[in-house]
Protein backbone atom coordinates (compact mmCIF):
# COMPACT_ATOMS: atom_id res chain seq x y z
CA UNK A 1 0.00 0.00 0.00
CA UNK A 2 1.20 3.68 -0.50
CA UNK A 3 2.68 5.82 2.48
CA UNK A 4 1.09 8.80 3.24
CA UNK A 5 1.99 11.97 5.20
CA UNK A 6 -0.27 13.84 7.43
CA UNK A 7 0.39 17.26 9.66
CA UNK A 8 0.91 15.93 13.44
CA UNK A 9 -1.90 18.00 14.80
CA UNK A 10 -4.08 20.81 13.99
CA UNK A 11 -6.54 22.89 15.62
CA UNK A 12 -9.56 24.15 14.92
CA UNK A 13 -12.79 26.17 15.89
CA UNK A 14 -16.03 24.67 17.16
CA UNK A 15 -18.69 25.14 14.06
CA UNK A 16 -15.55 25.91 11.65
CA UNK A 17 -14.72 23.62 8.95
CA UNK A 18 -11.74 21.66 9.65
CA UNK A 19 -9.79 20.48 6.66
CA UNK A 20 -7.42 17.69 7.26
CA UNK A 21 -4.93 17.13 4.38
CA UNK A 22 -3.29 13.60 3.49
CA UNK A 23 -0.46 13.16 0.77
CA UNK A 24 -0.08 10.37 -0.87
CA UNK A 25 2.19 11.05 -3.65
CA UNK A 26 2.70 7.31 -5.02
CA UNK A 27 -0.38 6.31 -5.05
CA UNK A 28 -1.48 3.28 -7.67
CA UNK A 29 -3.92 3.75 -10.09
CA UNK A 30 -5.97 0.84 -8.07
CA UNK A 31 -5.68 2.42 -4.61
CA UNK A 32 -8.24 3.90 -2.77
CA UNK A 33 -7.96 6.61 0.03
CA UNK A 34 -9.36 5.88 3.24
CA UNK A 35 -10.67 7.62 6.51
CA UNK A 36 -10.95 6.49 9.84
CA UNK A 37 -10.41 8.40 12.70
CA UNK A 38 -9.91 7.21 16.49
CA UNK A 39 -11.76 8.97 19.70
CA UNK A 40 -9.53 8.29 22.26
CA UNK A 41 -9.32 5.19 23.97
CA UNK A 42 -12.06 4.01 21.39
CA UNK A 43 -11.90 1.73 18.55
CA UNK A 44 -11.37 3.53 14.89
CA UNK A 45 -14.54 4.51 12.82
CA UNK A 46 -14.89 4.64 9.34
CA UNK A 47 -15.74 8.16 7.64
CA UNK A 48 -15.65 8.00 3.88
CA UNK A 49 -13.51 6.60 1.05
CA UNK A 50 -13.31 7.49 -2.87
CA UNK A 51 -10.79 6.68 -5.85
CA UNK A 52 -10.82 9.83 -7.52
CA UNK A 53 -14.17 11.37 -7.22
CA UNK A 54 -14.78 13.76 -4.53
CA UNK A 55 -17.11 11.69 -1.98
CA UNK A 56 -19.30 13.26 0.64
CA UNK A 57 -21.72 11.37 3.02
CA UNK A 58 -23.26 12.77 6.44
CA UNK A 59 -20.01 12.50 8.45
CA UNK A 60 -17.31 14.54 6.00
CA UNK A 61 -15.94 15.35 2.33
CA UNK A 62 -13.42 13.88 0.95
CA UNK A 63 -11.38 15.87 -1.84
CA UNK A 64 -9.15 14.47 -4.00
CA UNK A 65 -6.71 16.07 -6.67
CA UNK A 66 -6.88 15.20 -10.22
CA UNK A 67 -3.15 14.11 -10.15
CA UNK A 68 -4.62 11.87 -6.94
CA UNK A 69 -1.24 12.93 -5.01
CA UNK A 70 -2.94 14.36 -2.48
CA UNK A 71 -6.51 14.19 -0.61
CA UNK A 72 -8.03 16.82 2.10
CA UNK A 73 -10.71 15.12 4.72
CA UNK A 74 -13.36 18.27 5.56
CA UNK A 75 -15.56 18.38 8.35
CA UNK A 76 -18.33 21.11 7.77
CA UNK A 77 -19.43 21.94 11.02
CA UNK A 78 -16.76 20.74 13.75
CA UNK A 79 -17.58 20.08 17.12
CA UNK A 80 -16.10 19.62 20.45
CA UNK A 81 -16.87 15.26 19.78
CA UNK A 82 -14.82 15.44 16.54
CA UNK A 83 -11.64 15.94 18.39
CA UNK A 84 -9.72 12.51 17.59
CA UNK A 85 -6.56 10.93 15.45
CA UNK A 86 -7.63 10.99 11.77
CA UNK A 87 -5.87 8.63 9.72
CA UNK A 88 -5.76 8.74 6.00
CA UNK A 89 -4.88 5.01 4.35
CA UNK A 90 -4.25 4.39 1.05
CA UNK A 91 -5.39 0.76 -0.21
CA UNK A 92 -5.80 -1.42 -3.54
CA UNK A 93 -9.24 -1.78 -4.46
CA UNK A 94 -11.69 -3.06 -1.99
CA UNK A 95 -11.87 -6.38 -2.08
CA UNK A 96 -14.74 -7.41 0.57
CA UNK A 97 -12.38 -5.93 3.62
CA UNK A 98 -9.68 -9.13 2.96
CA UNK A 99 -6.63 -7.00 4.17
CA UNK A 100 -5.52 -5.65 7.33
CA UNK A 101 -4.96 -2.08 7.47
CA UNK A 102 -1.46 -0.23 7.74
CA UNK A 103 -2.52 2.79 10.44
CA UNK A 104 0.38 5.40 10.48
CA UNK A 105 0.48 8.09 12.57
CA UNK A 106 -2.15 10.07 11.96
CA UNK A 107 -3.31 13.76 12.43
CA UNK A 108 -4.40 14.68 16.05
CA UNK A 109 -7.51 17.39 15.78
CA UNK A 110 -8.29 19.38 18.61
CA UNK A 111 -11.62 21.30 18.38
CA UNK A 112 -11.34 24.38 20.45
CA UNK A 113 -14.34 26.00 21.64
CA UNK B 1 -25.71 -1.34 11.10
CA UNK B 2 -22.19 -2.96 10.67
CA UNK B 3 -21.74 -2.98 14.56
CA UNK B 4 -18.86 -4.81 16.12
CA UNK B 5 -18.61 -5.83 20.13
CA UNK B 6 -15.59 -6.76 21.92
CA UNK B 7 -15.90 -8.34 25.43
CA UNK B 8 -14.22 -7.46 28.16
CA UNK B 9 -14.11 -3.73 27.78
CA UNK B 10 -11.07 -3.91 30.60
CA UNK B 11 -9.77 -6.69 32.33
CA UNK B 12 -6.93 -6.99 34.79
CA UNK B 13 -5.07 -9.90 35.36
CA UNK B 14 -2.12 -11.43 36.82
CA UNK B 15 1.15 -12.42 35.48
CA UNK B 16 1.24 -16.21 34.16
CA UNK B 17 -2.30 -15.98 33.37
CA UNK B 18 -4.49 -16.58 30.19
CA UNK B 19 -6.99 -14.22 29.05
CA UNK B 20 -9.53 -14.79 26.49
CA UNK B 21 -11.46 -11.58 24.26
CA UNK B 22 -14.08 -11.65 22.35
CA UNK B 23 -15.08 -10.29 19.04
CA UNK B 24 -18.37 -10.32 17.63
CA UNK B 25 -20.53 -8.90 14.70
CA UNK B 26 -23.67 -8.08 15.63
CA UNK B 27 -25.20 -7.73 12.26
CA UNK B 28 -24.08 -8.96 9.72
CA UNK B 29 -21.58 -11.99 9.17
CA UNK B 30 -17.97 -11.68 8.60
CA UNK B 31 -15.85 -14.00 6.71
CA UNK B 32 -12.54 -12.26 8.04
CA UNK B 33 -11.75 -10.65 11.20
CA UNK B 34 -8.65 -8.54 12.22
CA UNK B 35 -6.96 -8.10 15.64
CA UNK B 36 -4.42 -5.07 16.36
CA UNK B 37 -2.55 -4.23 18.79
CA UNK B 38 -2.38 -0.50 20.12
CA UNK B 39 0.61 0.54 22.71
CA UNK B 40 0.09 4.20 24.49
CA UNK B 41 0.62 7.00 22.66
CA UNK B 42 1.58 4.49 19.22
CA UNK B 43 -1.07 4.07 16.14
CA UNK B 44 -2.95 0.43 15.46
CA UNK B 45 -0.50 -2.33 15.09
CA UNK B 46 -2.04 -5.57 12.84
CA UNK B 47 -1.44 -8.81 14.56
CA UNK B 48 -3.22 -11.34 12.84
CA UNK B 49 -6.03 -11.84 10.34
CA UNK B 50 -8.93 -14.24 11.06
CA UNK B 51 -10.82 -16.60 8.77
CA UNK B 52 -13.31 -18.36 9.71
CA UNK B 53 -13.00 -21.69 9.65
CA UNK B 54 -9.48 -22.05 8.78
CA UNK B 55 -6.05 -20.77 10.50
CA UNK B 56 -5.50 -17.01 11.26
CA UNK B 57 -2.33 -15.46 9.62
CA UNK B 58 -0.07 -13.82 11.77
CA UNK B 59 1.84 -10.54 11.28
CA UNK B 60 5.76 -11.12 11.50
CA UNK B 61 6.83 -10.62 15.09
CA UNK B 62 3.34 -11.68 16.07
CA UNK B 63 3.96 -15.13 18.58
CA UNK B 64 1.02 -17.51 17.15
CA UNK B 65 1.60 -19.64 19.84
CA UNK B 66 0.70 -16.80 22.60
CA UNK B 67 -1.93 -15.08 20.68
CA UNK B 68 -4.30 -17.65 19.90
CA UNK B 69 -6.65 -16.62 17.52
CA UNK B 70 -10.14 -18.83 17.08
CA UNK B 71 -12.17 -18.07 14.35
CA UNK B 72 -15.27 -20.49 14.86
CA UNK B 73 -18.33 -18.86 13.02
CA UNK B 74 -19.52 -15.79 10.78
CA UNK B 75 -19.90 -13.81 13.83
CA UNK B 76 -17.58 -14.79 16.32
CA UNK B 77 -13.37 -14.27 16.68
CA UNK B 78 -11.47 -14.91 20.10
CA UNK B 79 -8.22 -13.94 20.90
CA UNK B 80 -6.57 -15.64 23.71
CA UNK B 81 -3.37 -14.32 25.59
CA UNK B 82 -1.31 -16.97 26.89
CA UNK B 83 1.02 -16.90 29.86
CA UNK B 84 0.62 -12.89 30.17
CA UNK B 85 3.12 -10.26 31.12
CA UNK B 86 2.83 -7.02 32.35
CA UNK B 87 4.50 -6.27 28.45
CA UNK B 88 1.55 -7.50 27.15
CA UNK B 89 -0.59 -4.92 28.78
CA UNK B 90 -2.11 -2.74 25.93
CA UNK B 91 -5.05 -1.94 23.71
CA UNK B 92 -6.48 -4.56 21.99
CA UNK B 93 -9.04 -3.97 19.43
CA UNK B 94 -10.89 -5.85 16.68
CA UNK B 95 -12.25 -5.23 13.25
CA UNK B 96 -13.93 -7.07 10.30
CA UNK B 97 -14.75 -6.41 6.61
CA UNK B 98 -18.01 -6.89 4.65
CA UNK B 99 -17.52 -9.64 2.00
CA UNK B 100 -17.97 -8.23 -1.41
CA UNK B 101 -18.75 -4.56 -0.36
CA UNK B 102 -16.95 -1.67 -0.47
CA UNK B 103 -13.97 -2.57 1.47
CA UNK B 104 -14.51 -0.53 4.92
CA UNK B 105 -14.02 -2.37 8.39
CA UNK B 106 -15.49 -1.55 11.74
CA UNK B 107 -13.89 -1.57 14.72
CA UNK B 108 -15.02 -2.98 17.87
CA UNK B 109 -14.62 -0.70 21.18
CA UNK B 110 -11.77 -2.14 22.02
CA UNK B 111 -10.21 -4.38 25.15
CA UNK B 112 -7.81 -2.57 27.32
CA UNK B 113 -5.39 -5.29 29.20
CA UNK B 114 -3.53 -5.06 32.04
CA UNK B 115 -1.44 -7.81 33.56
CA UNK B 116 0.22 -7.01 36.79
Known amino acids: DAKTTQPTSMDCAEGRAANLPCNHSTISGNEYVYWYRQIHSQGPQYIIH???NNETNEMASLIITEDRKSSTLILPHATLRDTAVYYC??????????????FGKGTHLIIQP | GAVVSQHPSRVICKSGTSVKIECRSLDFQATTMFWYRQFPKQSLMLMAT?????????EQGVEKDKFLINHASLTLSTLTVTSAHPEDSSFYIC????????????FGPGTRLTVT
Open chain 1, 50 to 52: GLK
Open chain 1, 89 to 102: IVRVAPGGGADGLT
Open chain 2, 95 to 106: SAGIAGVSGEQY
Open chain 2, 50 to 58: SNEGSKATY
